[in-house]
């Protein structure tokens, strides 16, 4: 049974980086706050995630969606591709592996309900949930916890929370919030021996 109420233990001591009011490059800053997270001894270490970061920037170049991603927020394909060229670089600098995977092997066979209980359970066991926030925000966050109404965040712009009630888990919702299931992505770390 899983706890009612859970955060990662470093979130709150570990602080997001934060973003400018005129960026819209949210997608690389919650793949690395998430990884800092995940890191927390190597949480102070800037040139590591200004490492991480360039590497994201370069390949959204590289693909035709920097100027796109600036200017207007980020498409779903280019923030993947973003987080995976900067977990390359980081898992290479840090000696360890950020898997990243969805919140069960098949998307299809998940069920818009079970969302919640499928994030709960990946944050209580020491993952970062890694999500866009449709609606109201069109933003991508880190979810690093959750109460019995709130998923608590760890996030770029300094929201801390947002309610569980006023999120719905489909690619378009008329709730408040709607988070695609297609967007939920959960990043565990696995230490590796380097050679």
């Not at 927020?73 to 900067?86: D, N, Q, R, T, V």
Request: hydrophobic share 40%; with cysteine; charged share 20%.
């Amino acid at each position: 049974m899983l706890p009612t109420n859970y955060r990662l233990p470093t979130l709150g001591a570990i602080d997001p980086y934060a973003q400018g009011p005129l960026s819209n490059l949210c997608g690389v800053y919650a793949a690395i706050n998430a990884a800092r997270l995940l890191t927390p001894e190597r949480a102070t270490h800037l040139s590591l995630w200004r490492s991480g970061s360039h590497a994201a920037l370069t390949a959204l170049d590289r693909e035709g969606y920097l100027e796109e991603s600036i200017l207007s927020g980020m498409p779903s394909e280019a923030w993947k591709l973003a987080m995976f060229e900067a977990y390359d670089v980081l898992s290479e600098l840090t000696g360890t592996t950020y898997q990243i995977r969805p919140p069960r092997r098949r998307l299809s066979r998940i069920h818009p309900e079970e969302m919640p209980g499928l994030i709960q359970s990946a944050v209580s066991v020491g993952a970062a949930v890694l999500c866009a926030l449709e609606g109201a925000l069109n933003h991508y966050t880190v979810i690093a916890g959750y109460t019995a109404t709130r998923w608590l965040l760890h996030d770029s712009t300094g929201l801390k929370w947002v309610s569980m009630d006023k999120v719905s888990y489909t690619d378009e919702g008329d709730e408040r919030h709607y988070m695609p299931i297609s967007s939920v992505l959960v990043v565990m770390r696995k230490s590796v021996l380097l050679v």
